[in-house]
T-cell receptor
Framework: KAGVTQTPRYLIKTRGQQVTLSCSPI?????VSWYQQTPGQGLQFLFE???????NKGNFPGRFSGRQFSNSRSEMNVSTLELGDSALYLC????????????FGPGTRLTVL | QKEVEQDPGPLSVPEGAIVSLNCTYS??????FMWYRQYSRKGPELLMY????GNKEDGRFTAQVDKSSKYISLFIRDSQPSDSATYLC?????????????FGTGTRLTVIP
C-alpha cells in the first residue's frame, strides 16, 4: 500500500506571496490532518479534514486554509506569506475512526525569503 | 506553559545502552499517547500507541503511561545506531478531538557504535 505523498517536497517563496501544498492520503483513508513543524515550536496542529469537511482546527491565523476533495486528497493554502511561515509542513492521514493511527507524509519544506 | 513538555536533548548513548525518553503534560483530558520516530528529512513514523495508563511492549521498545503523574516514557533496550533519530511524544483526548495531536518538541538521540 502506497504511503502518504506530499507535493512539492521543497518550495521557496518570498514574503507576501501565497502557496498551495498538496497531500494524497493512503488509499481508503478519509481523514487528513496538517501540521507545521519548526525547530522552536515543534509540531503544531493546523487543521483536520474528514469527508471534505473541516472537523478540527488548531490555533493558526486565517491566512492558513485548507480543503479536501471527494477523493480525500487535500490541499493547504497559505496567503500573504511571512518569514515565520518557513517550516516543514506535514500531512497525516488516518481511517474513519477517531482513534485510528495517523500516518505522516515526508513533508513539504517551505522557505520564505 | 506548553501542553506537552519534552527534554530536547540531544542525547548521546553507546550502542547497547538502555535509553529513557520522557514527556510531561498538563491536560488531564489526554487519553491517547503515542511515540513517533523521525529520521532526518522524513515524516514522523508511529512507534508506539497506548490508550490511558499502563505499559506496552513491542520488541525492544516499551511505552509507559502514568496518568496520575501526567508523565509518559519510552524505553529502548539494546539501542542500535539505527535508532539514531528524533523521538516525539504525542497525545490527544476526547475534548480536543482524537485526530488533533499535541506533540512534544522532540528528543534527538544519537547511538554511538
Amino acid at each position: 500500500k502506497a504511503g502518504v505523498t506530499q507535493t512539492p517536497r521543497y518550495l521557496i517563496k518570498t514574503r507576501g506571496q501565497q502557496v498551495t501544498l498538496s497531500c494524497s492520503p493512503i488509499s481508503g483513508h478519509r481523514s487528513v490532518s496538517w501540521y507545521q513543524q519548526t525547530p522552536g515550536q515543534g509540531l503544531q496542529f493546523l487543521f483536520e479534514y474528514f469527508s471534505e469537511t473541516q472537523r478540527n482546527k488548531g490555533n493558526f491565523p486565517g491566512r492558513f486554509s485548507g480543503r479536501q476533495f471527494s477523493n480525500s486528497r487535500s490541499e493547504m493554502n497559505v496567503s500573504t506569506l511571512e518569514l515565520g511561515d518557513s517550516a516543514l509542513y506535514l500531512c497525516a492521514s488516518s481511517g474513519a475512526g477517531a482513534t485510528d493511527t495517523q500516518y505522516f507524509g515526508p513533508g513539504t519544506r517551505l522557505t520564505v525569503l | 506553559q506548553k501542553e506537552v513538555e519534552q527534554d530536547p536533548g540531544p542525547l548521546s548513548v553507546p550502542e547497547g545502552a538502555i535509553v529513557s525518553l520522557n514527556c510531561t503534560y498538563s491536560n488531564s483530558a489526554f487519553q491517547y499517547f503515542m511515540w513517533y520516530r523521525q529520521y532526518s528529512r522524513k515524516g514522523p513514523e508511529l512507534l508506539m500507541y497506548t490508550y490511558s495508563s499502563g505499559n506496552k511492549e513491542d520488541g525492544r521498545f516499551t511505552a509507559q503511561v502514568d496518568k496520575s503523574s501526567k508523565y509518559i516514557s519510552l524505553f529502548i533496550r539494546d539501542s542500535q545506531p539505527s535508532d539514531s533519530a528524533t523521538y516525539l511524544c504525542a497525545m490527544s483526548g476526547d475534548q480536543t478531538g482524537a485526530n488533533n495531536l499535541f506533540f512534544g518538541t522532540g528528543t534527538r538521540l544519537t547511538v554511538i557504535p
